[in-house]
């Protein structure tokens, strides 16, 4: 019973985090109310502000944790692409694949919140900061599993694309990666092609 007993507001704080990170994904931080995250992670209003006393520590809480979560996810696909060897079309087809899994389900509808909420609200812009860096991170491994040339240099090229097509995806409603693979590899051509001319030119 003592274990249960700890675990029990593990458990609510969990659900009131999770139910916020919905109610952002499907209306917005503006929707987000004490009644309306209550209901949905099925807790008292009371337990709810025991936790969090105000809504802003609320919004921050649940924007941090979503940011954990998503690093995990992103650190783990990096890996991932570091044990695999993928040729140029395999590459950018998975990494299509990955950005439109995320466009069609509540992530990064949640995730643009956070970036739009850290405009306005300093103490969340380390965490947005930190989720830009991990993309990043994504980014470099691919390029190093390919060969391309100074990774470290494309890499937040490869990012901006992916965060431009993300948004035009769940702002169209279409989810099939959009050329996303194919812009990826004129970027891989691109860089390579760049090295080659350096390398001549210092020849």
Request: with cysteine.
């Amino acid at each position: 019973m003592g274990m249960g007993s700890r675990q029990g507001p593990d458990s609510a704080r969990d659900r009131i985090l999770e139910a916020v990170i919905a109610v952002i994904a499907e209306e917005g931080t503006g929707a987000v109310s004490n009644r309306r995250v209550a209901a949905a992670a099925s807790v008292s209003l009371g337990s709810l502000t025991y936790h969090f006393p105000s809504q802003k520590d609320l919004l921050r809480e649940a924007l941090r944790r979503y940011v954990s979560a998503e690093i995990e996810r992103i650190e783990a696909t990096a890996e991932e692409i570091r044990n695999r060897r993928l040729g140029p079309e395999e590459l950018g087809a998975e990494i299509e694949r990955l950005n439109a899994l995320a466009a069609g389900g509540p992530g990064l509808l949640a995730e643009l919140e956070l970036h739009l909420y850290a405009a306005r609200d300093p103490e969340l812009q380390k965490a947005s900061g930190e989720c830009f860096a991990a993309y990043e991170q994504l980014a470099e491994a691919s390029m190093k599993a390919l060969g391309i040339p100074e990774p470290e240099r494309h890499r937040a090229h490869v990012v901006n694309l992916m965060m431009g097509t993300g948004l035009k995806q769940i702002g169209t409603g279409r989810h099939d990666g959009d050329g996303l693979g194919d812009a990826l590899q004129t970027i891989a051509q691109g860089a390579i092609a760049r090295a080659r001319v350096s390398a001549g030119a210092g020849s």
